[in-house]
């Protein structure tokens, strides 16, 4: 099986998209692996991408509730990379044993339930990795790339909504219950709140 890095390269040249790719330049530790679209009209996209290359040891990591085939665990340092170049940006995994790619926009790794844990790690001097235990069902999936190129054109198409005009809780995340609280607002209260920070 060939990176997924040289296999979105690949997806791009054959269907002509234009893009940018930072994988091995001296640009990777600041930018994102990928960007394509248009700057102009706000359609442009950067994304990393990850492999889950192997089946996890689940007896060296927390419980999560997460059955192990949606396991996923990622960089916390990759999530907040994509976050610095919100909001056109995202994740893409390839689950290399299942056969699966996912799209995690910046919207879903910053609502999505998630546990967050400290890897110990051994080099000069002792450290820790920060990562995070995800469920890959949270994600949008699709058995080839253009499935997932098409929910980053459908995100970008939400995008004005999702930013601007939807009030309730965004999406539906395994893991989360979104419940209901407070009273229910009338006209009323918005006037009794201009009142009081005017």
Request: hydrophobic share 40%; proline share 5%.
């Amino acid at each position: 099986m060939i990176p997924l890095e040289q296999e979105i390269a690949g997806y791009f040249r054959e269907q002509g998209i234009p893009f940018h790719q930072h994988v091995a330049d001296d640009q990777r530790f600041v930018r994102l692996d990928f960007g394509f679209g248009d700057l102009k009209t706000r359609r442009y996209f950067s994304f990393d991408v990850k492999e889950k290359r192997q089946r996890y040891q689940l007896r060296h990591w927390p419980e999560t509730g997460i059955p192990e085939e949606h396991l996923c665990i990622l960089d916390d340092l990759a999530a907040r990379k994509v976050l610095a170049f919100a909001p056109n940006s995202g994740l893409i995994v390839r689950d290399n044993v299942r056969g699966h790619y996912f799209l995690f926009t910046v919207v879903d790794l910053f609502l999505m339930p998630r546990q967050r844990v400290n890897r110990p790690i051994a080099r000069d001097v002792p450290g820790l990795k920060g990562k995070w235990l995800i469920d890959l069902r949270n994600g949008h999936v699709g058995t080839t790339l253009a499935e997932i190129f098409d929910a980053i054109n459908a995100f970008l198409d939400a995008r004005p909504a999702i930013f601007k005009t939807e009030l309730a809780c965004l999406g539906s995340y395994l893991g989360e219950s979104v419940g209901t609280g407070g009273i229910t607002r009338r006209p009323e209260h918005w006037t009794q709140d201009v009142e009081e920070t005017r």
